[in-house]
């Protein structure tokens, strides 16, 4: 069985499953670069180190840095800034030798793959470990790592801060700060670059050096900006975060150790009779038992074939709630358990089920009454007996039989009633066509873009809405999806807007993406978000359909939206 996964700089996103268990994530940051023989007398980069229990399987994106430094005997140095390295002089030649002063790109561990630089990745990230910053020699760049990175020195105290917790390193002059994942880039790439980071640090135009991009692990009290969208289940223990820890490399690297094996348990289905489950562990050959009890009592010990989906029966002798609950325990003790709610006259509800699920589905029977109510107070109408909805079933139903029982109103009368009733629904059809419905956010495999609203540059977003088969080019598509996050007590609101074909204010169609988040106690909600263009890049509404981009949190978890589409008729 793996109980080691190590990471190299490849240029790219690197994925690793896990199974649940407890384990060591380590990130080493990357060196800054320097017009000097060896990238050792450059700022090194960071080291970040935590303890993680994963309780499900996950999928995480590994994420190397570049190093900023190159040397050759011809001017033919490369860079990217992979992950964050700003960029500065790629090609200073010294006695010969050509240098490259790019900042040191971050090594970091995400929820959401796709560009080094999508944002919704970036605000994904569990552990950073900061890039150091360029310099000219004989001055030092900022080390990278910790929860500052370090400060760039240069002469005539031309100092560059490096990146902390809450902002990018902040340079003389706006041109030279950091930000958000990325160190600065010097201007005209004449200098030397900011280290990549949680936030990068500041750049120097010109002669000197830049600062360090910081470090970075979620905690319980960790800094969590706006948009940041892991939750509890992924703080860490035992952190260590340490400036310049990287004495071993120029590049980057990363390291995922196992620490403890753990068993775990899916329940796919259950009812009043009969429960079907499967039982899994980091290493298997530790599983020892799976044992189930109803109302705490033991009723069977499974100690064969652990790993096999199991179908349980069971008889309850009577109509109240009981419990059902399964255990699955290894040769350390170590436990996963299932807990769930059983009854002769009960529905049972699916696992992972919400109270927002549940009121839902009130809501929808709620709904239901009411519409078949209606449609008996409508027919009611037609013969001019008064009904409400305040009235009760029996009570509708005496008054329809007191209906069909008197003759107050003639074929005919009933017939023109029907005629104009048609008639109105003719003339909104005319004016209108609506679709809606819901759809679950398809998170983004890092190729699709948006233009950001009235200008040329682009955005790999995070998340996407794609509807087909609509029969009709919309002028107004909106969408909504509300979370609670119960471990941070906030709620969240996502929502979706655009408009196609008809005049706005700007003059231009567009897609406005927004999050709205209100903590427990607070009446006010708070806001963040995006413009794009509409029909640019991979936004597009047509005949068929619309493909939008939609706010949708890291994680594994799916994301529902309802929606509604319009077109209007005149336009």
Known sequence: ???????????????????????????????????????????????????????????????????????????????????????????????????????????????VGGAWDNEQGLLSRIIVAGGGGGSYHPYTGGAGGGLAGGTGYSANDRHRPGGTQYQGGIGRVSTENGSFGKGCSAKDSTGEGGGGGWFGGAGMNGVGAGGGGSGYVLTKDSYKPTGYTPTSEYYFDNVVMESGGNTAGAYGYAKITLLQALPFLTVSSYNSITATFKADHTDPTLLTKIEYFIDDVLKETITTDLTTEKTINYTLEDNALHTLKIVVTDSNNATAEKVLSISKNIMSLPENVNLNDISTKLVEVNAGFKVGKTSIINTLALKNIEASLNNTLVELSEKIKASFDSSDASVQDLMNQLTQANNTITQLNSQFKVAGGTSVAQRSDGTKIAYEYKRSTTSKFGGWLKINGLAFKPNIFVADCEYYDSDYRVDYKFFTFACCGFTTSGKQDFVAVAIYSRSSGSDKYTGDGFIYNNNEGDVWFNANGVQVPAYLPGGSESFTYAWRAVKFMNT
């Open 1 to 111: 069985m793996q109980t080691e996964w190590n990471f190299g700089y490849n240029g790219s996103p690197q994925s690793v499953i896990l199974k649940p268990g407890k384990y060591k994530f380590e990130c080493w940051g990357s060196s800054g670069g320097i017009n000097n023989s060896s990238w050792y007398t450059d700022a090194k980069g960071g080291y970040s180190k935590g303890e993680i229990t994963l309780k499900k399987q996950t999928t995480l994106y590994v994420y190397v840095g570049e190093s900023g430094f190159a040397s050759s005997s011809t001017s033919n140095n490369t860079k990217s800034g992979f992950n964050g390295g700003g960029k500065g002089y790629l090609n200073q030649q010294v006695m010969g030798t050509y240098y490259s002063m790019y900042g040191g790109g971050a090594t970091d561990i995400r929820l």
